[in-house]
């Protein structure tokens, strides 16, 4: 599970893999939720889409923290996290990485 | 998914459970003013979050929201004479105000002191926007009345109903945020029902089929975006505020009425499904409130007499094989207000969350049922008031829009989603 700023982090199937360099995690899932802190760089955020993208993939996204950013910064990731994402959650608080986890039976 | 105990914690709404404290933490609506028209008219029995109520409007035109069930032997107050001041049981003559204080036991000597003795439970129960809410919390924690925009528009500008939903509350409230069904159940209505055919929108609608959802926790509960391809690269926007407990608001469509919905509990099996459209800058046409009383749009006809929708469950919702094979409508029930009460009731009383599988789409549902777990375990262990109590939370508007792909909505539509009165919604 992610624990730091400026890294998108994938958590790939029933097991969770946990790796700044997102690709090799996505090859492997079934199902993609990613945990994109705010704040983290575009750049990041554009390999992971490029990685599911090429992979077929369409991942949940859960950003946390946005609030603690500003606006700038998130506009980018954001852009290049809809190029791929099903789904983009926004919350304040990492606790709902598990709740996500949980529901989606991941 | 959902375990066993948060199904039940969710779904269960009456007294000393969770989330019926949760509730019981805010104004809901109650009746119709319709229902109780003037002074000294017949009272309404109503069972509110598995509570049996009785409410009327005395001699002097107020309201009172009293137990339904005469202290002395049990009888139904419904069976009572509202007169001068109070509502007195036929059976003895016991006799009660508005605020359930026993006010005359004919057989007793006023010296006996046991009138002053004999209180019924009752709560507040005040008019406001053409509904009677009322608070069913602790006195001393009773919030600010309801500021809702649609409740507090000039009476010219709103319409609101209600119909009786035969499931749970939070089925009703999931169907309300999955906006993911509209492009499939409702596709036969959108350029048919004259209070959604039209707009902009609605060609976006039918012709993105795979919308794509952003989630955003906010003060009060959520917003729920959804978005699809429009011209440029651009992206139009739909959305959905969820205010806590049950209050959501369908995104508008041209220069239609906005409508939405609160999702009250009846008990754990039966929920009241609120209604209304709203306009925030222009009286409502005569065609547009015809067209809600004739059960268009959001709105139901009803079994005369009764709030119960003509199509219910008894009758198959009128299901029309012939017009879902010709497309006319997509599940052969006719009326976007049925249409998805036959499905969340079809799910049964109180749908086996365990059993589930949630897809990417369902992430509005998710946050919604973690928003409210986690705002009942707040009360309930710190006494921390719930989101959407406060009136800064209802304030709020739902949006339809479109803007560049790079844009976080919930910035850039950030006036758009808020109430301000005199200014005319955001839509396409």
Known sequence: MSNGADEAHCLGGAASANTAAPGEAVIEANLVVAVAFAGATADMAATLAEVCLAQGLRPTVLVIHMARHDDGAASPMLKELRRSAAMIVVAESDAYVGDMLDALQA | ?428
């Open chain 2, 1 to 428: 998914m959902l375990r066993k105990e948060q199904n039940d914690q969710l779904t269960q709404t009456g007294r000393g459970t969770p989330m019926g404290a949760m509730f019981r933490s805010y104004w809901l609506p109650a009746l119709l003013a319709e229902e109780l028209p003037e002074p000294g008219c017949p009272p309404v029995r109503l069972k509110l979050l598995s509570e049996r109520l009785l409410a009327f409007r005395d001699s002097e035109g107020k309201l009172g929201l009293i137990d339904e069930f005469c202290a002395h032997r049990g009888v139904s107050l419904w069976f009572g004479r509202n007169e001068d001041g109070g509502i007195r049981c036929p059976y003895h003559g016991w006799k009660y105000d508005r605020h359930g204080q026993c006010i005359d036991i004919p057989s007793e000597p006023a010296s006996s002191g046991m009138c002053d003795r004999i209180k019924l439970p009752s709560y507040p129960l005040v008019e406001r926007g053409g509904v009677l809410w009322t608070y069913m919390g602790e006195p001393a924690e009773q919030p600010p009345l309801p500021e809702y925009e649609f409740a507090t528009v000039p009476a010219e500008q709103s319409f609101t109903s209600k119909r009786l939903q035969e499931s749970n509350w939070l089925q009703a409230l999931e169907g309300g945020i999955d906006s993911s069904h509209v492009s499939f159940l409702h596709s036969g209505s959108l350029n048919s029902d004259p209070l959604f055919k039209g707009s902009k929108g609605n060609q976006y609608n039918l012709n993105d089929i795979r919308p794509v959802f952003e989630v955003i926790e906010n003060e009060g509960g959520l917003l729920i975006g959804v978005r699809r391809n429009a011209e440029d690269g651009n992206y139009y926007w739909r959305i959905t505020p969820f205010v806590m407990p049950c209050f959501t608001m369908v995104p508008p469509r041209g220069d239609h009425p906005i409508h939405g919905h609160f999702w009250i509990p009846i008990d754990d099996e039966a929920c009241w499904a609120w209604s209304f459209d709203y306009h925030p800058v222009r009286p409502l046409r005569d065609t547009e409130v015809r067209a809600m009383r004739d059960g268009h749009g959001i709105h139901v006809s009803y079994v005369p007499g009764t709030y119960v929708p003509t199509a219910n469950k008894s009758n198959d919702y009128l299901m029309d094989r012939a017009a879902q094979k010709a497309g006319v409508t997509y599940s052969g029930v006719s009326g976007i207000a049925m249409q998805d009460a036959s499905l969340q009731e079809s799910m049964g009383p109180i749908v086996d969350r365990t059993k589930e599988n949630l897809v990417s789409t369902d992430n509005g549902i998710i946050m919604a049922r973690m928003r409210l777990l986690r705002a009942s375990k707040a009360l309930s262990e710190k006494g921390s008031a719930p989101p959407g109590a406060n009136p800064e939370h209802q304030k709020i508007r739902s949006a339809a829009l479109v803007l560049p792909p790079d844009q976080p909505y919930q910035i850039a539509a950030a006036d758009a989603l808020r109430a301000t009165p005199g200014k005319a919604q955001t839509s396409v």
